[in-house]
């Protein structure tokens, strides 16, 4: 099979970190994770993945991947107790990327929605072939024409993972309010960090589109009492490294889980949902 090619400094090379993260983390860590997607995708790449594995001996690399991994492992926890319930609602991926967390908790009757800018779409397609019930939405998130092909009526949904932490906090509230109006029964999942995880995650980001501090952007101190924007909206929050898993596993390392405290008590990284009622 031809493989795909990714240029260098490129919308579609942003999306081949998080990917070698996940694949990284399968590799490392089998008994907690196992991603074969990603490690499927990246061998389908034309890609120069030598500084992503001289970074792989890093602690901290190693950690960063670790996070992606427990996002998506909360993720598809929330997904799937979603799915008890409502086994023919539709997966929504919002800002998919190459991400296929949809496919991973396909239980053969749910259906699979995947959104993302056009170009990201473009790269998505070539190399991921959708299943039945799958579709991919070419469209900005927020003009929210993709909804109108979002059937909601067995259920749905929506999850964000990575994704909000680039978008002013007036246009996640707009978001969610506009989904809770037009999918009651329906619910989103997402991650958030508080303004201290924000200045360290998004310094370089924040820079390149030149913002001096993060006031605006999105950030969570507090999920429940901060992201109480509708009586209509019933929120839960957890932990994103701990909240879910004990992170007890081989390979799993003292200073890892000692980091992943500190990342949900200090730095507040959370997985939230919001049920719309």
């Not at 053969?108 to 993302?116: A, E, K, Q, R, S």
């Not at 998130?141 to 009526?153: A, P």
């Not at 303004?195 to 999105?218: H, P, Q, T």
Request: hydrophobic share 40%; proline share 3%.
């Amino acid at each position: 099979m031809e493989k795909v090619k990714i240029e260098k400094n490129t919308v579609q090379e942003t999306l081949i970190i998080p990917l070698y993260g996940r694949k990284m983390c399968s590799e490392k860590f089998p008994e907690l994770y196992n991603d074969v997607f990603a490690k499927r995708l990246c061998d389908r790449l034309d890609y120069d993945f030598s500084e992503l594995e001289k970074k792989n001996k890093s602690f901290l690399y190693e950690f960063g991947s670790l996070e992606a991994a427990m996002r998506q492992l909360d993720i598809m926890w929330e997904i799937q107790a979603y799915l008890k319930d409502h086994p023919k609602a539709t997966i929504v991926n919002l800002g998919c990327g190459l991400d296929d967390t949809g496919k991973a908790c396909n239980n053969g009757l749910c259906h699979i929605v995947n959104v993302d800018f056009p170009d990201v779409i473009l790269v998505r397609k070539q190399l991921i072939v959708e299943q039945e019930r799958e579709k991919s939405i070419a469209c900005d998130l927020k003009d929210y024409s993709w909804m109108e092909e979002v059937d909601g009526t067995n259920g749905v949904i929506f999850f964000a993972a990575g994704v909000f932490h680039y978008f002013r906090k007036d246009e996640v509230k707009t978001l969610v309010l506009e989904l809770s109006k037009r999918y009651p029964g329906g619910c989103l999942v997402f991650d958030s960090v508080g303004k201290l995880g924000l200045r360290l995650m998004m310094s370089k980001a924040i820079k390149n589109m030149g913002i001096n501090d993060v006031e605006g952007l999105f950030y969570v101190n507090n999920p429940k009492k901060e992201l109480n924007w509708s009586n209509r909206i019933k929120v839960t929050s957890k932990g994103y490294m701990l909240g879910y898993y004990d992170m007890k596993s081989p390979g799993i390392r003292f200073s890892h889980r000692l980091l992943a405290r500190i990342g949900d008590k200090i730095i507040k990284m959370s997985i939230n949902r919001m049920d719309f009622e």
